[in-house]
């Protein structure tokens, strides 16, 4: 009987064994689709709005050109370097900042200088920062991220330390490269300080395009930005010539990105304490015939007064 029942238990485990093997050898040879497996390894985002987690995710989707019209500024821009870089870290956007450096024997032309540094990154950036070297983002909140739906004004006069009305859109705005192309930039008649900004504001209107600003931020005009412009120092230069007035109050549908006319002179590559940006030389030019105020007496006048004072 006990030999009985070794030879069953021997049998046993021999036949598991045998079917072992063939049911593995039968699964190694048998063809396996993988078109059933239709697995999508990439992260699910359709329900992350506006986490970090979209911003890490999306982090080389869009790419920033922070555009900055500049002329004989440099205690203000060795603040600004270094304090945007350190603030725009924190956002894990791609962005990179141009020194627009206006060098020709002109009036300061803001508006044709950003028309000038769209045209010179619109390749590499997707989207731009019209940005105000002497203002300076304080509130986290900000964020600088890519306009899709349309303009978005940073510097709100709910915010801007200076300026209050309501279709206010200086200081601080990010356009979209489509939308800069469909309103054809800024205008280029602008000589002098001011309002070229609330021309550019109609463009869009008239376009469509509606301003959108930060919401629910808890800072005011005293705390959101930093203004470190002293007008008292560097006085604006709000000379008025010839009928400048009279055009500059009137929508421009001459002049914009399409006719700037300019040379860049150099462009170059600059660090301001671990701050990588490129300064632009620029100089533009005027056509004396349409805006005759780019070159304005008075302003000559006034600086060979300022020169004699000092002496």
Not at 21 to 31: G, N
């Amino acid at each position: 009987m006990e030999i009985l029942f070794k030879n069953l238990k021997f049998k046993y485990i021999f036949t598991c064994i045998f079917v072992t093997f063939v049911i593995s050898c039968l699964i190694s040879i048998a063809p396996i689709s993988i078109e059933e497996c239709k697995c999508n390894n990439k992260p699910e985002v359709t329900n992350v709005k506006d986490s970090a987690a979209r911003r890490k995710l999306f982090k080389y989707e869009h790419r920033l050109a922070i555009l900055v019209p500049f002329r004989d500024r440099f205690e203000e821009l060795l603040i600004f370097a270094p304090h945007m870089k350190k603030f725009l870290d924190k956002q894990d956007i791609n962005y990179h900042i141009f020194i627009l450096n206006q060098i020709d024997r002109y009036r300061f032309n803001r508006a044709s200088l950003i028309n000038v540094g769209f045209l010179e990154t619109q390749k590499d950036f997707d989207y731009i920062a019209m940005h105000d070297v002497d203002l300076l983002p304080m509130n986290s909140e900000l964020q600088y991220f890519y306009p899709d739906k349309g303009p978005l004004h940073i510097s709100s006069p709910g915010l801007h330390p200076r300026y209050h009305y309501p279709t206010f859109i200086g200081g601080i705005l990010l356009v979209k490269r489509e939308h800069f192309l469909q309103v054809n930039g800024m205008s280029n008649k602008y000589w002098g300080w001011g309002l070229e900004d609330d021309e550019f504001y109609v463009r869009l209107k008239e376009a469509g395009l509606d301003v959108t600003r930060p919401p629910n931020l808890l800072t005011g005009t005293t705390s959101t930005f930093k203004h470190v412009h002293d007008r008292n120092y560097r006085k604006r230069d709000m000379v008025k010539c010839f009928n400048q007035r009279e055009v500059t109050r009137k929508r421009d549908r001459q002049t914009g990105l399409h006719n700037v006319a300019y040379k860049l002179e150099k462009s170059i590559n600059a660090t301001i304490t671990d701050t990588h940006i490129t300064i632009l030389n620029i100089s533009l030019m005027c056509d004396e015939s349409i805006t005759p105020w780019c070159v304005c007496e008075s302003v000559s006048i006034v600086k060979e007064k300022k020169v004699k004072t000092r002496r």
